[in-house]
């Protein structure tokens, strides 16, 4: 029998219906933005579509077509615990569908590391896009806790998964004005830009900067040279307000 985890915010952060989620990140891929084909990883953000969707959408749209294994490393919003997790399963479920765990590196990765299992809105929003972006690839979900180890992640997924591509779930600062969020959101892009981990510091603003700090140094092991800005928004621009916003922000690392 199968180890599925099945959704836990569809008809929320996402559509429950299996057509209208199909066509809300369909019209979410349909941008300007083209595939990166050097791309190793990107950062991208995890809040409801309405509000992050078109900026998670250009940098679904802008990695390469093809790939086979998608990591996704997203932050615990719910769950405490410490360190790292890797959910050692066959399959993570949305209304579209099953989308395949690579067994056979989760499996050396549950040798090294946690395997708590839960439903993490961070991570199971980036799944309708990988379905529909590389309806073939396998995922290696990873959800970190307090403390994790970035730079010990990062050595573990080079060495059991070299060749996947990165995803590194992350919203920016939460409820603070506009225009002092779109200032906290540029010392985080601007960091990740210069492509150093030790520049994503713990000070600055995004829910999910363990995860692009793991990206960074998976970004150093395969000597990427160039990260690139592609989109940001705040929730204000999806109509939400100017006093309390949301940041989201896409980015890319190519070698």
Same mark, same amino acid.
């Given at each position: ?31 300007? $933005?083209?595939? !990166? ?7 991208? *953000?995890? @809040?409801?579509? &309405?509000? =992050? ?96 180890? $970035?730079?010990? !992640? ?7 998964? *070299?060749? @996947?591509?990165? &995803?590194? =779930? ?86």
């Amino acid at each position: 029998m199968s180890d599925v985890l099945k959704p836990g915010f569809a008809g929320s952060f996402y559509p429950a219906d299996p057509s209208g989620l199909r066509a809300a990140v369909s019209d979410l891929l349909d941008n300007s $933005c083209e595939p !990166l084909n050097k791309a190793i990883g990107m950062v991208v *953000p995890h @809040a409801g579509y &309405v509000y =992050s969707g078109i900026t998670a959408g250009c940098g679904f749209a802008s990695a390469p077509d093809n790939i086979n294994t998608v990591v996704v490393i997203a932050p615990s919003h719910r769950f405490p615990f410490q360190g790292e997790t890797v959910f050692d399963i066959d399959f993570l479920e949305t209304p579209l569908g099953k989308c395949m765990v690579n067994k056979q590196v989760t499996g050396k990765l549950a040798v090294e590391m946690e395997t708590i299992v839960f439903n993490e809105h961070s991570l199971e929003v980036m799944i309708p896009f990988i379905q529909i972006r590389w309806p073939d690839a396998t995922i290696v979900p990873i959800v970190l806790g307090s403390e994790p180890d $970035c730079s010990g !992640l990062a050595g573990l997924l080079q060495s059991h998964a *070299p060749d @996947a591509f990165i &995803v590194a =779930s992350s919203d920016l600062s939460h409820f603070y004005p506009l225009n002092v969020a779109r200032k906290l959101d540029r010392l985080v892009i601007d960091a990740f830009l210069t492509l150093s981990p030790e520049g994503i510091t713990d000070t600055l603003e995004a829910c999910g900067k363990a995860a692009i700090r793991t990206l960074l140094y998976i970004a150093a092991l395969r000597k990427a040279g160039n990260a690139v800005e592609l989109h940001y928004s705040t929730s204000a621009d999806a109509g939400a307000g100017k006093e309390e916003v949301v940041g989201y922000f896409s980015g890319m690392v190519m070698r």
